[in-house]
């Protein structure tokens, strides 16, 4: 039987003391049960995981259930990560980058091609620049931008453009497309008359953390999941999550490619 790494509990899941039936189980989904296991099979369970003592046959369940496996680290073959924003923000998302495994380089809209990164995240303090259009070049994009006290996070992928995600947020807004139409160019204008909304350092740190979880998940191809804490989970490649920084809600909103013969 496997050793090492192979042999503990997965993140997220832990097994303690039950009063009901002597073992019981937290699955990484929140789920609690009962374990059927005798005493002395539980002791050389628990003592397999800690790494303490010989695995029984027992174990293998454990690991047919999936309850059994490391922590999974960012890949080399997709790490190295194009930052696309201004300084203040370029600073702390480089900083994440780096803390979470990734291989972090500042690039421009100017000299960026699909050779040269795996991925870009651009992020910027205020509704989308309207060139971020001109940017949909089948490079996997992570776009961030911020309208209001909403910071929008579109999908991570290559197969959804930027082009895509605004004709969805128009035909949603259904007769308020010409207002969320004029307030992007009246904010790229600086027609506007805006309060004092902008990004602080914390609200930077939080945005770009929020960004660097979904980019690593892209690149360790980690499975989405539904869980009791967290019913309904859709997967980063088809959502536009919103937050609200004042009250810290987070909404998730499904947005799929706008087809090719769409007027």
């Known amino acids: 039987?496997?050793?090492?790494?192979?042999?503990?509990?997965?993140?997220?899941?832990?097994?303690?003391?039950?009063?009901?039936?002597?073992?019981?189980?937290?699955?990484?989904?929140?789920?609690?049960?009962?374990?059927?296991?005798?005493?002395?099979?539980?002791?050389?369970?628990?003592?397999?995981?800690?790494?303490?003592?010989?695995?029984?046959?027992?174990?293998?369940?454990?690991?047919?259930?999936?309850?059994?496996?490391?922590?999974?680290?960012?890949?080399?073959?997709?790490?190295?990560?194009?930052?696309?924003?201004?300084a203040e923000i370029a600073v702390t998302l480089t900083a994440q980058l780096r803390q979470a495994g990734a291989s972090p380089v500042a690039v421009t809209a100017n000299a960026l091609e699909a050779s040269s990164v795996h991925a870009v995240c651009a992020v910027h303090d205020g509704p989308a620049p309207s060139w971020w259009v001109e940017l949909d070049n089948r490079i996997v994009w992570q776009r961030v931008y911020r309208e209001g006290r909403h910071v929008l996070f579109e999908p991570v992928t290559a197969d959804l453009r930027h082009a895509d995600v605004r004709a969805r947020r128009l035909a949603a807004a259904g007769s308020g497309f010409e207002h969320l139409e004029t307030y992007w160019s009246s904010c790229a204008t600086g027609e506007a008359v805006l309060g004092e909304e902008h990004l602080t350092a914390a609200e930077i740190a939080l945005v770009c953390a929020m960004a660097v979880n979904d980019l690593a998940r892209w690149a360790r191809g980690t499975a989405d999941r539904t869980s009791a804490f967290?019913?309904?989970?859709?997967?980063?490649?088809?959502?536009?999550?919103?937050?609200?920084?004042?009250?810290?809600?987070?909404?998730d909103h499904p947005v799929l490619p706008v087809p090719a013969c769409a007027p």
Not at 53 to 80: I, M, S, T, V
């Open 1 to 86: 039987m496997p050793s090492g790494d192979s042999n503990r509990l997965s993140p997220g899941a832990a097994l303690f003391f039950s009063p009901r039936n002597g073992m019981a189980l937290r699955d990484a989904n929140g789920n609690l049960f009962d374990l059927a296991l005798d005493d002395g099979t539980s002791a050389a369970v628990r003592a397999a995981l800690a790494g303490n003592g010989k695995a029984p046959d027992e174990l293998a369940a454990f690991r047919e259930a999936g309850h059994l496996g490391a922590r999974r680290y960012w890949p080399a073959e997709r790490a190295k990560i194009g930052v696309l924003a201004d």
């Open 230 to 251: 967290v019913p309904g989970a859709l997967p980063a490649s088809r959502r536009v999550r919103v937050i609200d920084l004042d009250t810290s809600a987070i909404s």
